[in-house]
């Protein structure tokens, strides 16, 4: 398995766009997380085999997650961006999960490989 990379980090104005693009994404459960300089990892969106989506609430209606297979790529556009969305940005991919009464889990525990990191910085 090859190490997810990130690209597409940069700096931007509050209100502007970014596109982050993630290389050899394989898997059944991909992700982009991030980590503001003293805060905890989040879990900002995630995408299944099936392509569920789930996003962090405060992202919601902002940012969307897509996934090409054939490509091995998974992007997080990123839209009317705050600086509360500055942070490290992190692609994971990994195993979904069945859960025994249905359905998947797709998220921070089902992980198995992470990426580096790209610096996503947006000023007031």
């Known amino acids: 398995q090859v190490r997810p990379q990130e690209s597409g980090g940069g700096s931007v104005q509050a209100g502007g766009s970014l596109r982050l693009s993630c290389a050899e994404a394989?898997?059944?459960?991909k992700g982009w997380f991030r980590q503001a300089q003293g805060k905890e990892r989040e879990e900002v969106a995630t995408i299944d085999a099936d392509g569920t989506t789930k996003f962090l609430d405060s992202v919601k209606g902002r940012f969307t997650i897509s996934q090409d297979n054939a490509k091995r790529t998974v992007d997080l556009q990123m839209d009317s961006l705050t600086p509360e969305d500055s942070g490290t940005y992190y692609c994971?991919?990994?195993?979904?999960?069945?859960?025994?009464?249905?359905?998947?889990?797709?998220?921070?525990?089902?992980?198995?490989?992470w990426g580096k990191g790209t610096l996503v910085a947006v000023s007031q």
């Open positions: 994971a991919v990994g195993r979904r999960v069945e859960y025994t009464t249905g359905g998947y889990y797709c998220g921070t525990h089902a992980m198995d490989y």
């Open positions: 394989a898997g059944t459960c």
